[in-house]
């Protein structure tokens, strides 16, 4: 009689003493009464490869991939999903029985559903959407947006040519705004969403002026770091609807979980207690 194997998962990245990654999915393993484990995997950029192909080997089904990994991972997978071939990284990789890698992106699907989470009444349809940053994170974002039929992305970031760059690649529905015009285009938002590190501790302050802030917006911001940013404060006095990044974060693991481990885990209050910094 052949004993069952003991699922194994991680989360490569380097650093990666910071992540919260081990913590949510043994959360999850233990709630469940599950088999398995978690583990995180400082590895460096040129051994990336090479572990990844060893792996499965070693018992693993599937990893997530975190800075700066997530697009050299989406160019060593075997097979690509499309909406990480449209984000241009993958987070979440699961390893097939021949050893295949199979490469997926869920950070749209975490943000999106973080909104709806927390903004239960929001409407992509509602009005234009204001996204600060065009790094990975502004990727996954936009693809959201899109995909969610907003019908407008007001785009900005410090170097003008990384957004332009962006708006030629998801087309016309996006609008490049000069970032000293960021707060300017604030007043037509209904949506506002700030991938950039602004804000974040040991990054630099969240300098853009607030003042556009529609009563009724729904603003997020994806640090998490503090919990509590100056535009979430901001966005709440202004009578914004505030969505904290620590949601995105759990959303986005729901899947990878589910792929690993074969259930689906629920994001909830008490989830957010045992994970919150």
């Not at 999106?112 to 929001?122: G, K």
């Not at 974002?141 to 040519?161: E, F, G, K």
């Not at 962006?166 to 015009?181: K, Y």
């Not at 007043?187 to 590190?197: G, I």
Request: include cysteine; proline fraction near 6%.
């Amino acid at each position: 009689m052949t004993e069952a194997k003991i699922p194994l998962a991680g989360v490569l990245g380097h650093p990666i003493a910071h992540s919260k990654s081990p913590r949510l999915h043994k959360y999850w393993l233990r709630r469940h009464g599950l088999p398995g484990d978690y583990v995180p995997m400082d590895v460096h950029e040129q051994n990336l490869e090479t572990v990844l192909r060893a792996l499965p080997k070693a018992g693993f089904v599937g990893v997530n991939v975190t800075i700066p990994h997530k697009v050299a991972a989406l160019e060593l997978a075997d097979q690509v999903s499309d909406r990480a071939t449209l984000i241009g990284a993958a987070n979440t990789l699961s390893f097939g029985a021949d050893g295949r890698i199979h490469a997926d992106n869920t950070d749209g699907y975490g943000f999106l559903e973080n909104i709806r989470h927390a903004a239960p009444s929001w409407s992509p349809a509602a009005g234009p959407a204001a996204v600060l940053g065009a790094g990975g994170a502004a990727r996954a974002v936009i693809a959201s947006l899109l995909d969610a039929q907003v019908p407008r992305i007001l785009l900005t970031n410090r170097t003008r040519p990384k957004a332009e760059a962006l708006r030629a690649e998801f087309g016309a529905r996006v609008q490049v705004v000069d970032w000293v015009q960021a707060g300017n285009m604030l007043e037509e938002a209904t949506t506002v969403v700030n991938t950039t590190s602004l804000g974040m501790v040991g990054a630099g302050e969240f300098r853009i002026p607030l003042d556009g802030l529609q009563p009724g917006a729904v603003v997020s911001d994806l640090v998490y770091t503090p919990l509590r940013t100056r535009l979430l404060e901001t966005a709440e006095a202004a009578g914004c609807i505030a969505v904290d990044g620590l949601g995105m974060l759990l959303h986005q693991a729901v899947p990878a979980f589910e792929r690993f481990f074969g259930v689906r885990p629920e994001v909830d209050d008490e989830l957010r207690r045992v994970i919150q910094p």
